[in-house]
Protein backbone atom coordinates (compact mmCIF):
# COMPACT_ATOMS: atom_id res chain seq x y z
CA UNK A 1 0.00 0.00 0.00
CA UNK A 2 1.90 3.16 -0.84
CA UNK A 3 1.66 6.88 0.81
CA UNK A 4 -1.39 8.42 -1.56
CA UNK A 5 -3.84 5.21 -0.23
CA UNK A 6 -2.65 5.75 3.12
CA UNK A 7 -4.16 9.07 2.57
CA UNK A 8 -6.88 8.29 0.80
CA UNK A 9 -8.00 5.42 3.19
CA UNK A 10 -7.66 8.22 6.12
CA UNK A 11 -9.66 11.00 4.63
CA UNK A 12 -12.15 8.67 3.75
CA UNK A 13 -12.12 7.56 7.49
CA UNK A 14 -12.50 11.16 8.80
CA UNK A 15 -14.80 12.20 6.41
CA UNK A 16 -16.95 9.09 7.85
CA UNK A 17 -16.65 10.38 11.63
CA UNK A 18 -17.14 14.04 10.84
CA UNK A 19 -20.59 13.46 11.84
CA UNK A 20 -19.55 13.20 15.28
CA UNK A 21 -18.13 16.06 15.64
CA UNK A 22 -19.95 18.41 17.50
CA UNK A 23 -18.12 21.68 15.86
CA UNK A 24 -18.19 21.30 12.69
CA UNK A 25 -22.39 20.05 13.45
CA UNK A 26 -23.17 23.51 15.20
CA UNK A 27 -20.95 25.33 12.03
CA UNK A 28 -22.77 23.84 9.69
CA UNK A 29 -26.39 24.35 11.05
CA UNK A 30 -26.30 27.18 13.02
CA UNK A 31 -27.14 29.63 10.20
CA UNK A 32 -30.62 28.47 9.01
CA UNK A 33 -33.91 27.30 9.61
CA UNK A 34 -32.66 23.96 11.54
CA UNK A 35 -34.15 24.72 15.05
CA UNK A 36 -31.62 21.60 16.65
CA UNK A 37 -28.93 23.03 15.44
CA UNK A 38 -29.92 26.77 17.47
CA UNK A 39 -31.09 24.11 20.56
CA UNK A 40 -28.20 22.32 20.60
CA UNK A 41 -25.92 24.91 20.62
CA UNK A 42 -27.45 26.11 22.73
CA UNK A 43 -26.92 23.38 25.20
CA UNK A 44 -23.64 23.53 23.82
CA UNK A 45 -23.03 26.88 25.08
CA UNK A 46 -24.67 26.48 28.32
CA UNK A 47 -22.22 22.97 29.10
CA UNK A 48 -19.33 24.94 28.62
CA UNK A 49 -19.97 28.21 30.84
CA UNK A 50 -20.95 25.62 33.50
CA UNK A 51 -17.75 23.67 33.32
CA UNK A 52 -15.81 26.90 33.34
CA UNK A 53 -17.85 27.95 36.63
CA UNK A 54 -17.19 24.34 38.27
CA UNK A 55 -13.44 25.42 37.57
CA UNK A 56 -13.96 28.54 39.20
CA UNK A 57 -15.48 27.19 42.17
CA UNK A 58 -12.30 24.61 42.53
CA UNK A 59 -9.93 27.68 43.12
CA UNK A 60 -12.37 29.87 44.98
CA UNK A 61 -11.64 30.39 48.40
CA UNK A 62 -14.83 32.32 49.42
CA UNK A 63 -16.97 29.24 50.87
CA UNK A 64 -20.36 31.39 50.29
CA UNK A 65 -19.50 32.35 46.85
CA UNK A 66 -18.43 28.75 45.61
CA UNK A 67 -21.93 27.55 47.19
CA UNK A 68 -23.93 29.99 45.21
CA UNK A 69 -21.83 29.20 42.31
CA UNK A 70 -22.62 25.27 42.68
CA UNK A 71 -26.35 26.26 43.13
CA UNK A 72 -25.91 28.45 40.06
CA UNK A 73 -24.49 25.12 38.42
CA UNK A 74 -27.28 23.06 39.78
CA UNK A 75 -30.14 25.05 38.37
CA UNK A 76 -28.47 25.28 34.88
CA UNK A 77 -28.07 21.39 35.15
CA UNK A 78 -32.17 21.27 35.96
CA UNK A 79 -32.87 23.45 33.84
CA UNK A 80 -31.12 21.79 30.64
CA UNK A 81 -32.16 18.23 31.74
CA UNK A 82 -35.31 19.56 31.70
CA UNK A 83 -35.02 20.59 27.90
CA UNK A 84 -33.23 17.68 26.12
CA UNK A 85 -37.29 15.98 25.38
CA UNK A 86 -37.17 18.60 23.06
CA UNK A 87 -34.09 17.99 21.47
CA UNK A 88 -35.05 14.55 21.33
CA UNK A 89 -37.67 15.27 19.41
CA UNK A 90 -36.22 17.58 17.32
CA UNK A 91 -33.08 15.46 16.49
CA UNK A 92 -35.74 12.70 14.97
CA UNK A 93 -37.71 15.28 12.81
CA UNK A 94 -36.68 15.77 9.22
CA UNK A 95 -34.55 18.39 7.99
CA UNK A 96 -33.88 19.02 4.31
CA UNK A 97 -30.75 18.62 3.23
CA UNK A 98 -29.65 16.43 5.60
CA UNK A 99 -29.08 12.04 5.27
CA UNK A 100 -30.08 9.43 7.46
CA UNK A 101 -26.75 8.80 8.72
CA UNK A 102 -26.61 12.48 10.01
CA UNK A 103 -30.13 12.01 12.16
CA UNK A 104 -28.47 8.82 13.25
CA UNK A 105 -25.76 11.19 14.48
CA UNK A 106 -28.16 13.42 15.88
CA UNK A 107 -29.67 11.21 18.24
CA UNK A 108 -26.32 9.92 19.42
CA UNK A 109 -25.19 13.40 19.90
CA UNK A 110 -28.78 14.19 22.42
CA UNK A 111 -28.24 10.81 23.99
CA UNK A 112 -25.24 11.46 24.98
CA UNK A 113 -25.95 14.81 26.50
CA UNK A 114 -27.90 13.81 29.56
CA UNK A 115 -24.35 11.84 31.04
CA UNK A 116 -22.49 15.19 29.90
CA UNK A 117 -24.84 17.54 31.82
CA UNK A 118 -25.03 14.87 34.70
CA UNK A 119 -20.74 15.07 34.61
CA UNK A 120 -20.52 18.70 35.52
CA UNK A 121 -19.09 18.79 39.12
CA UNK A 122 -21.91 20.64 41.31
CA UNK A 123 -20.79 20.79 44.63
CA UNK A 124 -22.73 17.52 45.76
CA UNK A 125 -21.67 14.70 47.39
CA UNK A 126 -21.51 11.58 45.46
CA UNK A 127 -20.53 11.17 41.81
CA UNK A 128 -23.00 11.96 38.84
CA UNK A 129 -26.97 10.59 38.43
CA UNK A 130 -27.35 8.14 36.09
CA UNK A 131 -30.00 8.53 33.22
CA UNK A 132 -32.35 6.53 31.16
CA UNK A 133 -29.89 6.31 28.51
CA UNK A 134 -26.82 5.33 30.28
CA UNK A 135 -27.39 2.09 32.33
CA UNK A 136 -25.60 2.44 36.41
CA UNK A 137 -23.21 -0.36 35.78
CA UNK A 138 -23.48 -3.27 38.58
CA UNK A 139 -19.93 -4.90 38.35
CA UNK A 140 -17.51 -4.64 40.75
CA UNK A 141 -14.86 -2.14 41.16
CA UNK A 142 -11.63 -3.20 42.25
CA UNK A 143 -10.00 -0.11 41.42
CA UNK A 144 -12.16 1.55 44.31
CA UNK A 145 -10.80 1.12 48.10
CA UNK A 146 -12.21 2.48 51.68
CA UNK A 147 -10.32 3.52 54.13
CA UNK A 148 -11.49 0.99 56.85
CA UNK A 149 -10.93 -2.90 56.25
CA UNK A 150 -14.83 -3.16 56.07
CA UNK A 151 -15.48 -3.15 59.91
CA UNK A 152 -17.90 -0.56 60.35
CA UNK A 153 -18.70 -0.14 63.96
CA UNK A 154 -20.18 2.57 66.05
CA UNK A 155 -16.77 4.05 66.10
CA UNK A 156 -17.07 4.33 62.70
CA UNK A 157 -20.02 6.31 62.22
CA UNK A 158 -19.40 8.80 65.32
CA UNK A 159 -20.36 12.34 64.94
CA UNK A 160 -17.47 15.10 64.14
CA UNK A 161 -17.54 18.27 66.00
CA UNK A 162 -18.76 20.31 63.17
CA UNK A 163 -21.88 17.60 62.94
CA UNK A 164 -22.40 17.93 66.42
CA UNK A 165 -22.47 21.81 66.67
CA UNK A 166 -24.87 22.19 63.89
CA UNK A 167 -27.04 19.80 65.43
CA UNK A 168 -26.83 21.41 68.68
CA UNK A 169 -27.82 24.48 66.93
CA UNK A 170 -30.64 22.89 65.56
CA UNK A 171 -32.01 21.45 69.00
CA UNK A 172 -31.40 24.62 70.21
CA UNK A 173 -33.48 26.68 67.42
CA UNK A 174 -35.79 24.07 67.21
CA UNK A 175 -36.35 24.36 70.91
CA UNK A 176 -36.64 28.25 70.77
CA UNK A 177 -39.18 28.07 67.57
CA UNK A 178 -41.33 25.01 70.15
CA UNK A 179 -41.33 28.20 72.63
CA UNK A 180 -42.03 30.72 70.70
CA UNK A 181 -45.14 28.81 69.19
CA UNK A 182 -46.16 28.29 72.93
CA UNK A 183 -46.53 31.39 73.61
CA UNK A 184 -48.10 32.15 70.40
CA UNK A 185 -50.68 29.69 71.45
CA UNK A 186 -50.72 31.41 75.12
CA UNK A 187 -51.94 34.50 73.44
CA UNK A 188 -54.56 33.07 71.26
CA UNK A 189 -56.10 31.26 74.17
CA UNK A 190 -56.31 34.24 75.98
CA UNK A 191 -57.42 36.18 73.12
CA UNK A 192 -60.31 33.65 72.63
CA UNK A 193 -61.20 33.82 76.36
CA UNK A 194 -61.21 37.60 76.36
CA UNK A 195 -63.74 37.22 73.22
CA UNK A 196 -65.75 34.62 75.08
CA UNK A 197 -66.65 36.93 77.92
CA UNK A 198 -66.77 39.99 76.14
CA UNK A 199 -69.48 38.32 74.04
CA UNK A 200 -70.77 36.79 77.04
CA UNK A 201 -70.84 40.46 78.69
CA UNK A 202 -73.18 41.89 75.72
CA UNK A 203 -75.70 39.01 75.60
CA UNK A 204 -75.95 40.76 78.91
CA UNK A 205 -76.05 43.92 78.08
CA UNK A 206 -78.65 43.72 75.26
CA UNK A 207 -81.60 43.80 77.34
CA UNK A 208 -80.72 46.98 79.80
CA UNK A 209 -79.93 48.58 76.46
CA UNK A 210 -83.43 47.38 75.39
CA UNK A 211 -84.74 49.05 78.58
CA UNK A 212 -82.93 52.16 78.75
CA UNK A 213 -84.15 52.88 75.03
CA UNK A 214 -87.97 52.42 75.95
CA UNK A 215 -87.11 54.63 79.16
CA UNK A 216 -85.58 57.40 76.82
CA UNK A 217 -88.63 56.98 74.75
CA UNK A 218 -91.10 56.99 77.45
CA UNK A 219 -89.51 60.44 78.66
CA UNK A 220 -89.16 62.38 75.48
CA UNK A 221 -92.78 61.46 74.99
CA UNK A 222 -93.75 63.05 78.33
CA UNK A 223 -91.17 65.90 77.84
CA UNK A 224 -93.13 66.66 74.43
CA UNK A 225 -96.57 66.46 76.34
CA UNK A 226 -95.66 68.76 79.11
CA UNK A 227 -93.70 71.53 76.79
CA UNK A 228 -97.21 71.48 74.98
CA UNK A 229 -99.08 72.53 78.01
CA UNK A 230 -96.88 74.91 79.29
CA UNK A 231 -97.27 76.44 75.98
CA UNK A 232 -101.09 77.03 76.49
CA UNK A 233 -100.27 77.63 79.92
CA UNK A 234 -98.34 80.54 79.16
CA UNK A 235 -100.69 81.76 76.27
CA UNK A 236 -103.88 82.03 78.82
CA UNK A 237 -101.58 84.28 80.83
CA UNK A 238 -100.43 86.34 78.64
CA UNK A 239 -104.25 87.08 77.22
CA UNK A 240 -104.84 87.82 80.82
CA UNK A 241 -102.59 89.79 81.52
CA UNK A 242 -103.28 91.73 78.12
CA UNK A 243 -107.06 92.52 78.92
CA UNK A 244 -105.63 94.25 82.43
CA UNK A 245 -103.61 96.45 80.79
CA UNK A 246 -105.99 97.24 78.05
CA UNK A 247 -108.64 98.13 81.03
CA UNK A 248 -105.76 100.37 82.75
CA UNK A 249 -105.03 102.54 79.97
CA UNK A 250 -108.46 102.69 79.11
CA UNK A 251 -109.39 104.70 82.52
CA UNK A 252 -106.23 106.64 81.78
CA UNK A 253 -107.69 107.37 78.59
CA UNK A 254 -110.80 108.93 79.68
CA UNK A 255 -109.03 110.35 82.84
CA UNK A 256 -107.33 112.48 80.35
CA UNK A 257 -110.62 113.72 78.06
CA UNK A 258 -112.56 114.27 81.64
CA UNK A 259 -109.28 116.82 82.45
CA UNK A 260 -109.38 118.09 79.05
CA UNK A 261 -112.84 118.97 78.74
CA UNK A 262 -113.39 120.46 82.96
CA UNK A 263 -110.32 122.70 81.47
CA UNK A 264 -112.26 124.02 78.16
CA UNK A 265 -115.15 124.19 79.61
Known amino acids: MTVIDILTRVDSICKKYDKYDVDKQREANVS ?3 AFARLYG ?11 KAEIVTKEKNRAS ?4 NAEIRRTKARLSEEVPKLQRLAVKRVKGLTTEELAAR ?10 IEAIPDGTAGGPKSTSAWAPSTAPRP ?17 SHESSQFRQEYEMRKIK ?11 LDALKNMASDM ?8 PLM ?28 RSSRNFCIDIVLLCIVLGIAAYLYNVLK
Open 32 to 34: GDD
Open 42 to 52: AFETQIEMALE
Open 66 to 69: AVAM
Open 107 to 116: NDLVLALPAR
Open 143 to 159: DIKFDSDGRFDDDYFQE
Open 177 to 187: QEQGLDMISEG
Open 199 to 206: NEELDRQV
Open 210 to 237: DEIDSKVDRATSDLKNTNVRLKDTVNQL
